[in-house]
């Protein structure tokens, strides 16, 4: 049980007005009048009342106490953290050469009279190239792998009269018309313009083509969708403009040609009533960069700032102009400080100087208030003093390189919201941030570091059980979840688990990829997080413990099902229904936001069907489940899903998550016809 909080005095208001009034007739017995209306009982009841806050006040001491007990073992209120969202940079015009859009680009939302303009800058520079085009191929996947690739001649198109037919006369799913680029164009806003002949795409709803627009992202991801902005040939049936977004791309040799890919397949809508009759053909193509896409933070950035001038004694406190100062860069973010006839060195930032020694440049800077202090002196028994890392010299200006403000859940904007830039930057001519930006959260409150202080204490030196890995493990960057597998029973051990003296901890990493079918590699954890919790963990495991650090097993779940809704319902009623039992999917079969509570997938939990019928008898319209197949399988590979039976059993350590759900929605009607 928790300590019994001691309470220094228990009295109330009313308890100190009945025990004055008790002595009353000791120490004023002539006073007979003891009513609230008289002018002395009135007078005891204001004492009372000053006495009870002084008495609450009194109280307090013990929380002070707890405060300054955390504050000696080294434990800080937690900073803000920074939302972050991509924003989209439009230019005026297509450029003819590469054009660099800086790193910490500001953008933000619209000033108002009753709150400030809130600001976000960009994280890395961000080069927009104009596109050269190498190539255009197509296939039929009928032929399957082996299907020969068609070329051809864009030279041709330039001459009056000429076409290019997409995909096959016969089109199929699956077909597509590749372009080959010859730089990288990740992040960029593409324009593929083109001339079309008229009803080329006779068949197809233009609102709604069997079409996806797809580039090249390496041998594990393959091809990842792009975001279609806007599509004035509606389907390739008249002539215009398709703007898309395209993402990250990667590098591929085809057809002898080593080149960045981008192609439009036809979709499994292709194999429905709503299809191309024929090939649809274009007389010319051609590709512009209309703006790129650039991670942004909810900070803004301070260079190169002047802080005081040092007067060489220890213990020295600076301040910052700006704080909250956000997460540093230790390559970049840094102390610059320049003794008299020398120039200007970095020192290095510690967060306690408990290992400084007398000749390192360190300093600690407060995050919360952009206090920056120096090592503090020590007198030893032998009349020596022991000084904590070195003090800059008298007269050296101490400046700092760079460092960003901000942070905190105002910056969790809605989309379409920083639609303002800060400076002019050539030859762009709007941004937005097309998604809402999210990550912001505000300083840790004192409340909360009390309520964390046990679990610290009891993990701060050691590891010894399973729970002590896990926290400690979390305690590192890039570290989501993590799981200890401890040695089993000696008398009924499991499979796979540890040899006594040795520890197995599964780390998933963190992802930008929370939600909605997550590559792979997004879960793969890096050497350099490894390395990092290796070094978390080895100096607290108990002596003679051998500790093994991995990523985690997954199962890849596929699950193909239908679902009844009541009649009447249109296709566009019918497809929100479809999108939201997938995305439901997705989220429950999810590592991190995934399981019944919301919190991710428990590692070893098993997974029971009815759960999915449940999940899916949940959405809107919802009448009933009618199939549902679930299935195990390889990411990435073209072999079908292996079905499971009604309850699939997990082992430990071993973690569900989705590949590629695919739901089909009926109504009776559709049953009848």
């Known amino acids: 049980m928790p300590l019994p909080n001691t309470n220094l005095d228990d009295r109330k208001f009313q308890d100190i007005v009945d025990q004055a009034k008790r002595l009353i007739p000791q120490y004023c017995p002539e006073w007979t009048d003891h009513n609230v209306s008289d002018p002395g009982v009135a007078l005891i009841e204001l004492f009372a009342w000053m006495t009870d806050m002084l008495l609450y006040r009194v109280n307090q001491v013990p929380d002070k106490m707890y405060v300054k007990f955390l504050e000696m073992i080294g434990v800080t209120l937690e900073p803000p953290q920074a939302a972050t969202v991509p924003v989209t940079f439009y230019l005026s015009q297509a450029q003819t050469v590469p054009l660099i859009l800086p790193e910490a680009s500001e953008v933000a939302t619209v000033r108002t009279e009753t709150s400030p303009a809130i600001i976000f800058s960009t994280e890395q520079a961000l080069t927009i190239t104009p596109p050269v085009l190498l190539g255009a191929f197509s296939r039929d996947a009928t032929l399957g792998r082996d299907a020969p690739w068609v070329v ?91 703007i898309l977004h395209v993402p990250a791309m990667q590098q591929r040799a085809l057809q002898n040609i080593s080149s960045y890919w981008l192609r439009v397949r036809l979709t499994s809508e292709q194999a429905g009533t709503l299809r191309y009759g024929v090939s649809p053909e274009i007389e010319s193509i051609k590709l512009e960069s209309r703006g790129g896409t650039a991670n942004a933070r909810h900070a803004v950035t301070v260079i190169d700032e002047y802080i005081g001038v040092s007067d060489g004694t220890p213990g020295q406190k600076f301040n910052l102009l700006h704080s909250p100062i956000l997460a540093r860069d ?35 800077l407060d995050s919360l208030d952009g206090s920056l202090r120096f ?26 390189s760079r460092y960003q403000y901000g942070g905190g859940v105002m910056g969790n904007v809605p989309k379409g919201v920083l639609s303002v830039l800060k400076s002019s930057i050539p030859y762009v001519a709007r941004v937005v941030n097309r998604q809402a930006a999210v990550g912001g959260r505000n300083p840790q409150s004192l409340e909360d570091a009390k309520t964390k202080a046990p679990q610290t204490l009891r993990t701060r030196t050691r ?40 520890v197995a901890l599964i780390v998933l990493p963190s992802t930008d990829y929370a939600s909605g079918s997550i590559p792979v590699e997004a879960m793969t954890l890096s050497a350099e ?104 399988s390889e990411i990435g590979s073209n072999e079908a899903p292996r079905p499971i039976p009604s309850f699939l059993t997990v082992p430990r350590g071993v973690l569900l998550c989705s590949n590629t759900h695919r739901i089909r929605v009926t109504t009776r009607q559709d049953m009848d016809t």
């Open 152 to 242: 051809h001649e864009l030279s041709q198109l330039e001459l009056a009269g000429n076409s290019l037919r997409l995909f096959p006369l016969q089109p199929n799913p699956n077909d597509a018309f590749y372009l080959s680029l010859e730089t990288d164009h990740s992040n960029h806003v593409l324009a593929v313009m083109l001339e079309c002949e008229t009803a080329g795409g006779a068949g197809i709803d233009p609102t709604n083509p069997p079409l996806v627009w797809e580039v090249w992202q390496g041998p594990v991801r393959t091809w990842q969708p792009c975001e279609v902005e806007f599509d004035g040939t509606g389907g390739f049936n008249m002539s215009g403009e398709v």
């Open 330 to 364: 230790a390559t970049r973010d840094a102390l610059m400080v320049e003794a008299i006839g020398t120039e200007f060195e970095a020192w290095s930032e510690v967060a306690d100087f408990a290992d400084s020694k007398r000749g390192d440049r360190h300093y600690s």
């Open 375 to 400: 090592g503090a002196t020590l007198p030893q028994p032998d009349g020596t003093v022991y000084t904590f890392g070195q003090i800059p010299a008298k007269g050296a200006t101490l400046r700092f």
């Open 463 to 502: 590891a010894v059980s399973s729970d002590d890995y896990e926290h400690l493990a979390q305690q590192v960057p890039g570290v989501a979840r993590a799981y200890c597998l401890a040695p089993g029973s000696q008398t009924n051990p499991k499979p796979g688990d540890p040899k006594p003296g040795q």
């Open 529 to 632: 997080t490894r390395a990092d919790v290796l070094a978390q963990l080895e100096g607290r495991k108990l002596v003679g413990t051998t500790l093994e650090v991995r990523g985690p097993q997954l199962i890849w779940v596929s699950i193909e099902g239908k679902l009844r809704v009541p009649e009447g319902f249109d296709a566009a009623m019918a497809a929100q229904v479809q999108l939201d039992a997938e995305r439901a999917l997705y989220k429950f079969l999810n590592p991190y936001v995934g399981g019944p509570k919301g919190t991710g997938w428990a590692f070893g939990r098993d997974l029971q069907q009815s759960e999915l019928f449940a999940l899916l008898q949940r959405i809107q319209y919802v009448e009933f489940v009618e199939e549902l197949k679930v299935g195990i």
